[in-house]
């Protein structure tokens, strides 16, 4: 929450550069307070575990969220029950024509087929082409951050030559950026992915900029220069054992994965996992909602689109 002070006190410049929100008398006076509205499209199989974890990185903070779950119409989930999806979800042509604050869009487990190949392509394409006038900042997640940087910028995939998988250290590029508020120069992330965007595309780009990667991991975050969109190659949002319970699943299938890097004790997977990663998700995601959807989304969302009716 911000902090509330004097118009003239000199402490408020030094917070100011330092990405601390403090907001005058004159601002608390005029200041209209609603809650934010945050859209989750789940394209992941299991919804339940994942909008739980989602929740709960959206969680610490004590701004009032108000969370809409969508899911696509043009595919049906089959590893959730319709009485949850029909008591909890809705769909685009339920909500196209309201605005939102922000939107995350989660990753999905077809990585490795072409974008034009997934069943629910054109109603993703629709719903990222409605989000630039309709939702203030949106934030993408693995397959889906993916699937934004093709759909938007034209950035394509390559397929790695195995699965990267484990919890890695990425470093940060842009360390002055608000939304690493916080943290220091690295973070952990975990990774499930086989495929990886190509980094001298997002280079050249003249719209997107690199905000941080690793030589072993690739590019991690990647954000428009406006602060409207984000992408990240890697999931947060994941249980302390969500890792090991697709290792084993994929044992189990006869797939023959290497162990989850970094992740067990000592490696062996006999052990527990290690959490390492769960302070960086909960402030990278509170940073999101602070600095780029609360304290910048405008108060009457109709603004968004330009729309004064």
């Not at 608390?28 to 989750?40: G, M, S, Y």
């Not at 809705?90 to 087929?113: R, S």
Request: proline content about 5%; aromatic content about 10%; charged content about 25%.
């Amino acid at each position: 929450m911000p902090i509330k002070i004097s118009n003239d006190l000199p402490a408020r410049a030094i917070l100011e550069s330092e990405h601390i929100f403090v907001m005058t008398e004159t601002r608390a006076l005029h200041q209209d307070i609603r809650p934010l509205k945050i859209l989750i499209l789940n394209l992941m199989p299991n919804k339940i575990e994942t909008e739980t974890q989602l929740l709960r990185c959206l969680s610490n903070t004590p701004l009032q969220i108000e969370v809409t779950l969508m899911q696509t119409s043009t595919h049906k989930a089959k590893n959730t029950s319709p009485e949850h999806l029909l008591a909890f979800y809705t769909t685009f042509d339920e909500i196209k024509n309201e605005q939102f604050d922000g939107l995350i869009i989660t990753g999905a487990p077809v990585e490795q087929m072409p974008y034009e190949d997934v069943e629910y392509w054109a109603e993703l394409s629709q719903i990222m082409e409605w989000s630039k006038k309709n939702v203030f900042s949106t934030l993408h997640i693995c397959w889906g951050a993916q699937a934004g940087l093709y759909y938007h910028y034209g950035i394509e995939k390559e397929v790695l030559d195995k699965k990267l998988s484990g919890v890695f250290r990425v470093d940060i590029v842009t360390e002055k950026s608000r939304l690493f508020h916080g943290l220091d120069d690295y973070l952990f992330v975990p990774q499930s992915r086989h495929t990886a965007v190509k980094r001298d595309q997002v280079a050249n780009h003249p719209k997107l900029r690199i905000m941080s990667e690793s030589d072993e991991v690739g590019l991690h975050l990647v954000g428009d220069k406006e602060g409207r969109q984000f992408f990240i190659m890697g999931h947060h949002e994941y249980d302390r054992d969500t890792l090991k319970k697709e290792y084993f699943r994929d044992l189990e299938r006869g797939l023959n994965p290497e162990v989850p890097k970094n992740y067990f004790k000592d490696n062996n997977p006999e052990n527990e996992p290690i959490a390492r990663w769960h302070a960086y998700a909960s402030t990278l995601f509170t940073n999101w909602l602070n600095y780029f959807v609360y304290q910048t989304t405008p108060y009457e969302l109709k603004d968004l689109s330009g729309d004064e009716n």
